[in-house]
């Protein structure tokens, strides 16, 4: 596959499968516009994409403010001229259940970034991805179809997100823009790390998910990306309002218990 020319924006970018994928894209040739919160590891990234490509548009952004998501779409218009492909990688984790004492408090910020931040970014960029006739892929989780215990605003979020996908791709179809979604299990990232957990807390969480995985190894980010790639090429042409799910066969297992 090849990305010649193409412009792919991608939020998350600074680590995990946003990096992976950015990485991918940037070795297919493509025009990469990567964000991320943390700048530090949104460098990171940037330095091995411009090994493949020196056009590597960063931007710095909180996907929970409305004029970061403006700046997001502009900021790559203005430097690339247009939007090919809208990838959607930003997420954050953090368990919690329905007694949980700060649990609207985490409801909020997960709702915010995992689904509010993604209808919003994509009704900013859409006329661009009208204009180009292009794609949208976004990360959602197996948690959206997997009943999971201690793990509310994590779940709603995922789930929330697979039926915007939908949505999203039968309003968009008729103006030939393919709307799709993965749905990784766990995958070898430090979503655990960035939620706060000790090591402890981390390992534990880790041997939960593996125990439940018929596969029993995690995912690797890259295996992420190449689904990705596939869904935003014309290789994926037929294929809109779709959800891939990669998890090593969790989903055959049921209930999980995460914390």
Same mark, same amino acid.
């Given at each position: ?120 970014? *994509?009704?900013? @960029?859409?006329?661009? $991805?009208? !204009? ?5 892929? +976004? %990360?959602?989780?197996?948690?959206? &179809? ?18 915007? *996908?939908?949505? @999203?791709?039968?309003? $968009?179809? !008729? ?5 799709? +979604? %993965?749905?990784?299990?766990?995958? &070898? ?18 041997? *939960? ?5 018929? $596969? ?44």
């Amino acid at each position: 596959m090849s990305f010649y020319n193409k412009v792919i924006l991608i939020t998350g970018a600074g680590s995990g499968i946003g990096a992976a994928t950015a990485v991918a894209f940037a070795k297919q040739s493509a025009i990469v516009s990567i964000v991320d919160i943390n700048e530090q590891d949104l460098n990171k990234t940037a330095e091995v994409c411009k090994t493949n490509n020196k056009e590597v548009l960063k931007i710095v952004a909180d996907l929970t403010r409305d004029e970061d998501i403006k700046r997001i779409v502009d900021d790559t218009i203005a430097k690339f001229g247009k939007l090919d492909v809208l990838v959607n990688c930003a997420g954050m984790y953090t368990p919690a259940k329905i007694e949980s004492n700060n649990l609207m408090k985490i409801y909020d910020r997960i709702l915010a970034v995992n689904l509010r931040s993604i209808v919003a970014l *994509t009704n900013y @960029a859409v006329k661009h $991805l009208i !204009e180009a006739k292009g794609s949208i892929v +976004s %990360i959602c989780s197996v948690s959206a &179809k997997l009943v999971t215990k201690n793990n509310l605003p994590y779940s709603i979020s995922k789930a929330g997100l697979m039926h915007f *996908t939908k949505c @999203a791709a039968i309003e $968009l179809a !008729e103006k030939g823009v393919r709307v799709n +979604s %993965i749905s990784p299990g766990v995958v &070898k990232t430090n979503i655990f790390q960035s939620s706060g957990f000790n090591e402890t807390e981390i390992k534990m969480c880790i041997n *939960t998910c593996i125990d439940n995985t018929p $596969l029993g190894a995690m995912i690797q980010p890259e295996e992420i990306a190449d689904v990705v790639l596939f869904l935003s090429s014309d290789k994926a042409k037929n294929i809109t309002g779709s959800d891939y799910l990669i998890d090593g066969g969790m989903l055959l297992n049921g209930l999980v218990v995460i914390r």
